[in-house]
């Protein structure tokens, strides 16, 4: 399934909701939507991967890359993830210990501004 | 023993082609349906760090996906890089991955060896036994 994005704002969050595969093909467009958000002065980003049926380590890298790039401007992102396959690669990647991950856009919203 | 040979141009589109032939392929010879996924990301990560080293290289030769079901369901991913450049499997630790100096590219090189060692239990990365370049050999079993 081909990637899709969309967007839109939840108080001082930003929240882009990723659907389909992000892999080597895809990710160039999540990476240049989120530098693109960061650019039009986002500082608090919510990914919501909660449509994606397929994340690779690129996707993974791109999503690494944007949480830099906060962080650098005293920002934070969090991600909304409750699948177990993609839950398994962060676990394994160790990126669980990066990212603050929620199962919902709700939770991640009202944990106040991601680290 | 039924063998499936799958050759693509190093570019990123194709590499979502050679993970569905190597799911549709895992399901046929009898892999177990609860490690398709891991199936399908390890031949994913393997074909996708094939395509960046002959992007690296500036190399046009096709990237060799074989998959044999004899016994258990083997994959191979050859590429034709420069040996050096494609050996060794290293996990970096997570206050790594977020060092500053890190590009995007490397992280997403280091995160996928990652990926490959942690979903696949039976993994080799190997010289091809002729000319230049790297084999990424994954093994699953198969149910019969």
């Not at chain 2, 023993?1 to 009898?30: E, I, K, Q, Y």
Request: glycine content about 10%.
């Amino acid at each position: 399934m081909e990637l899709s994005l969309s967007t839109r704002t939840l108080g001082e969050h930003t929240v882009l909701e990723v659907g389909g595969e992000v892999d080597v093909y895809t990710a160039p467009r999540l990476r240049e939507r989120l530098i693109e958000l960061i650019d039009a002065g986002a500082t608090q980003i919510v990914v919501d991967l909660g449509r994606v049926d397929f994340l690779d380590s690129t996707g993974l890298g791109v999503l690494v890359g944007a949480l830099k790039r906060l962080r650098a401007a005293g920002g934070g992102l969090s991600l909304v993830c409750d699948k177990e396959p993609l839950l398994k690669i962060f676990r394994i990647t160790a990126l669980d210990q990066v990212f603050p991950l929620f199962a919902t856009v709700d939770a991640a919203t009202q944990a106040g501004p991601a680290a | 023993m039924a063998t499936v040979r799958l050759s693509f141009s190093p570019a990123p589109v194709h590499v979502r082609t050679a993970r569905l032939v190597g799911v549709a392929v895992a399901r046929r010879a009898g892999v177990a349906e609860e490690l398709l996924d891991e199936v399908r990301l390890a031949i994913g990560e393997a074909c996708t760090r094939a395509v960046a080293l002959h992007r690296q290289y500036g190399l046009t030769d096709l990237v060799l996906v074989e998959m044999s079901d004899g016994g258990s369901y083997v994959v191979r991913v050859i590429d034709r890089a420069p040996i050096e450049a494609g050996l060794g499997i290293a996990a970096l630790p997570p206050d790594e991955l977020v060092n500053k100096s890190l590009t995007d590219e490397a992280l997403s090189v280091g995160v996928g060896f990652a990926l490959l060692a942690g979903f696949v239990e039976d993994l080799q990365v190997r010289p091809v036994d002729e000319g230049i370049g790297t084999e990424v050999r994954m093994v699953w079993p198969v149910a019969r």
